[in-house]
């Protein structure tokens, strides 16, 4: 306030000075609402642009349709069955069956399922084959060991006896009894001395006192690739110049002149008959040769050699290879086809 003793001031100058000092207030004034109004639009504006894109964002980002895993494992499952067959090919199918409910990936699915299954067929007709080869190996192993166990025994027979008997067996006197097998002859040398000496080495092998005895099951003689019976396919070549004589005249095994490894001590023939008939192969140098092998057995024989050792000979086989090998002492040379 200004006091009495103040000298008059001149008011048209305070009235300057205030509307001076009010301009201040009212230019911050301005520019404050001009900054106010300002921000609030640049943020409305701003959120809006932003509000406005965010729902579109994210709604490009759930449009967009997932990936169908299990297609694309039922694919890769089904191009690995054809190496391991249904391990991965089952799994493959069952991944593309329930892939084809999904909204996407149906062809990579269907695909999956085909080669799922065409894997798991492959897999299983391979597997077939390679248990028919393991199991054809097998019967074949004990097929062999059948024929050295009775080439041992024939081997014993003579060193016992010191001779070897066949086609016929022999009674204890040293007499042919064309009747009887060789067969039932070296029964104690297969582990068969009761069914031997249970035998009357006198009469046939049908007989009322050997016919029982002979429909016993001999293991030793029966093929592996038949059922258990009294058949067998275990025949020797007789007569001609072959092993053995045709009258059952006892041999020795120095008297082969071609090689013990080089002759045909018996066969693995075709036609089998019962085990203690004497029904062998006759064999004619000028006749037709029989037929040798078994129908489970393909690709050719098995045959065992007057040393004892059992070779496969395959089927294609020359007939003059052939008849060498089965002559003892003709002199022959078995060709590269043995």
Partial sequence: MPSENDPPRNRSRDRNDRDDYDDRPRRRDRDDRDYDDDRPRRRDREDDDYDDDSPRRRGDRT??????GLAVASLILGILSFCTSCLTGVPAIICGLIAMGKPTGRGMAITGLILGGLGTIAGGVGSYFAYMKVEGAKYRMKEANNMKQIGLALHNQEMTMMRMSA???????????????????????????????????????????????????????????????????????????????????????MSITDGTSNTIMMVQ??????????????????????????????????????????????????????????TKNGGETLGSDW
């Fill in 63 to 68: 449009s967009q349709p997932a990936g169908n």
């Fill in 167 to 253: 086609p016929y067996a022999q009674d204890l006197g040293g007499q042919v009894n064309t009747d009887l097998s060789w067969r039932v002859g070296i029964l104690p040398y297969i582990e068969q001395g009761n069914l031997y000496n249970s035998f009357d080495l006198k009469q046939p092998w049908d007989s009322p006192k050997n016919k029982s005895l002979s429909n016993t099951i001999v293991k030793t003689y029966v093929s592996p690739y038949d059922s258990p019976s009294v058949n067998t396919p275990y025949r020797v070549f007789y007569g001609g110049g072959a092993m053995f004589e045709e009258d059952g005249k006892p041999i020795l095994l």
């Fill in 269 to 326: 023939a075709w036609d089998q008959v019962p085990w203690a008939q004497p029904k062998d192969l006759k064999y004619d140098p000028k006749g037709p040769l029989p037929k040798l092998g078994h129908p489970e057995l393909s690709g050719g024989f098995q045959v065992l050699m007057a040393d004892g050792s059992v070779r496969f000979i395959s089927k294609n086989v020359s007939e003059k290879t052939l008849r060498a090998a089965i």
